[in-house]
C-alpha cells in the first residue's frame, strides 16, 4: 500500500528526518499579542522567547482546526491508497478531535491519538513510516501504532517554572519559591497527562545529569535501538553533560538530536531539556 504518514507540527523531528521519510506536518497555530502565527512556518522558538524577554505576554497555541484538517486531507487523499494522520495527544489539544471530524468524510483516513507531545509523538510517526512498508492494510496500521502509544516514555526536567505559572499551570508562589531554592522538577506524561515527578536541586548541569541517570541506569525494561534528546536553549555545558551521561548509562545504538518546537516552548521555556525513548 502507498501510504502518507501525516503529524502536527508538535512532534518536533527535525527537518532532515522529516524528509527522509516523507512526513508532512499539519501545523498548530500559536497566538502572539492576538495574532495568529503558523507553528515553525511563520513563527519561531527563539522569537517566542524573545518577545517574553522583552516584557511582552506568554504566547498561546490553538489546534488545528477542523477545516484546515479537511483541506490537508482533501489535498492528499487522491494520491494515496492511505492517509495515517498522528494528532498531539488528546489529553494536550483538540487537534485529534478536530481530524477525526475530518476524517469522517474521507474512507481512507484513519487518525492516531498519540497520547503524548514533542518527540514523544514523533517516535510514532517514525515507526508509522517503517510500519507502512510492509503494512497489508490502513486499519491494521493504525491499530500497530495506536498500541506503540503507551510505550513512548516521555519527561523532561524545566530550569524555571516562570512560563509554566504565566500559563496558568502553576502558581507563581509555587513558582517563586522553586526558583528561590533552585528546585528544577521533573515532568512526566503519563496517561496522556503532565505530572509533576522528582524535583532536583543545585544547578542545571548537575539536575539534569543526575534526571538522565535516575531515567536511565538500572533498566532493563527500554528499547536501546534509539533515544531521542531534545531541549529549547540550554547551556552547551550542561548539554554536552547530558549528552555523555547518555552514553555512561543509556548503552542506545542512536542518540537523535532535536530541538523543541513552539509549543514546548510556548508552555516551557528556555532551559527545558528531556529525553524519550520507547519501552520493550
Not at 477525526?100 to 517514525?126: H, K, M, P, W
Not at 517503517?130 to 491494521?140: I, N, V
Not at 497527562?193 to 543545585?202: D, E, F, H, S
Amino acid at each position: 500500500m502507498n501510504i502518507k504518514i501525516l503529524t502536527d507540527s508538535t512532534c518536533d523531528l527535525p527537518k532532515p528526518i522529516l524528509d527522509a521519510c516523507g512526513i508532512d506536518l499539519t501545523p498548530l497555530t500559536v497566538v502572539k499579542d492576538g495574532a495568529e502565527f503558523k507553528d515553525g512556518i511563520t513563527i519561531t522558538p527563539a522569537e517566542i522567547f524573545a518577545h517574553v524577554a522583552a516584557g511582552g505576554a506568554l504566547c498561546s497555541t490553538s489546534a488545528v482546526s477542523v477545516g484546515e484538517y479537511q483541506d490537508i486531507f482533501a489535498a492528499y487523499t487522491e494520491k494515496y491508497d492511505g492517509i495515517l494522520q498522528i494528532c498531539i495527544g488528546s489529553g494536550f489539544s483538540a487537534s485529534y478531535q478536530n481530524a477525526c471530524l475530518a476524517a469522517q468524510d474521507y474512507e481512507n483516513v484513519r487518525v492516531i491519538d498519540s497520547q503524548n507531545l514533542t518527540v514523544g509523538q514523533g517516535f510514532l510517526a517514525l515507526k508509522a513510516y517503517e510500519l507502512a512498508k510492509q503494512a497489508d492494510s490502513l486499519d491494521a496500521l493504525a491499530a500497530q501504532v495506536q498500541d506503540l502509544a503507551g510505550k513512548v516514555e516521555t519527561s523532561f526536567v524545566v530550569d524555571k517554572l516562570d512560563y509554566l505559572a504565566k500559563g496558568g499551570r502553576c502558581s507563581s508562589v509555587a513558582a517563586l519559591g522553586a526558583n528561590l531554592l533552585s528546585l528544577k522538577p521533573c515532568i512526566e506524561l503519563i496517561g496522556n497527562k503532565l505530572t509533576v515527578g522528582k524535583k532536583y536541586r543545585g544547578n542545571l548541569t548537575k539536575c539534569l545529569t543526575a534526571y538522565i541517570r535516575d531515567r536511565l541506569a538500572d533498566r532493563d525494561d527500554i528499547d536501546t535501538s534509539c533515544v531521542f534528546l531534545v531541549k529549547t536553549v540550554v547551556p552547551e555545558e550542561s548539554y554536552q553533560a547530558v549528552k555523555d551521561a547518555i552514553q555512561t548509562y543509556g548503552h542506545f545504538e542512536q542518540v537523535q538530536e532535536a530541538t523543541a518546537g513552539c509549543t514546548i516552548s510556548c508552555h516551557c521555556g528556555p532551559g527545558t531539556l528531556g529525553i524519550i525513548f520507547l519501552r520493550k
